[in-house]
């Protein structure tokens, strides 16, 4: 795993649960921003669970162009961000579903079963990683 990647991975399990602005255009083609909270692999596939007739879901489906920010957030302690350029999958698959489940999704859903339980997997393209003491950034791309 190259140093930029690892830098990124380390600005995400410092912030654990990371929770991410993400972006989706909207049908008038203008963004809409939302909160997640996603679970991230080491080849950086970010893995949201979501409400299947959410307003996501369709704009995802009609555009799967996405983007997240997430880091640093405490202006007493800057520290990295970064601006995540993805593309993003509705998943339904029961197996993936059921990997994913956790008991604290029970407050969303009656289970890995609910049929309005779905995940979305988002796939990075491109990440900038940013310093809030400076304005440097480095890029990382797929």
Aim: hydrophobic share 40%; glycine share 4%; net charge negative.
């Amino acid at each position: 795993m190259n140093d930029l990647k690892n830098k990124i991975l380390e600005v995400i399990r410092a912030h654990q649960p990371l929770v991410a602005s993400l972006a989706t255009v909207a049908e008038d083609g203008r963004p809409w921003v939302r909160y997640v909270t996603p679970d991230v692999a080491d080849d950086l596939t970010m893995t949201v669970a979501t409400w299947l007739p959410s307003r996501k879901v369709a704009q995802i489906r009609a555009n799967p162009e996405v983007h997240l920010a997430c880091g640093s957030t405490d202006m007493s302690k800057p520290g990295s961000y970064l601006q995540i350029e993805a593309r993003a999958e509705i998943v339904t698959d029961d197996a993936a579903k059921q990997a994913h489940w956790s008991d604290g999704l029970s407050a969303y859903f009656d289970g890995p079963d609910d049929p309005n339980y779905a995940l979305l997997s988002i796939v990075p393209y491109r990440i900038e990683i940013a310093g809030m003491t400076d304005m440097g950034k480095e890029v990382w791309e797929a």
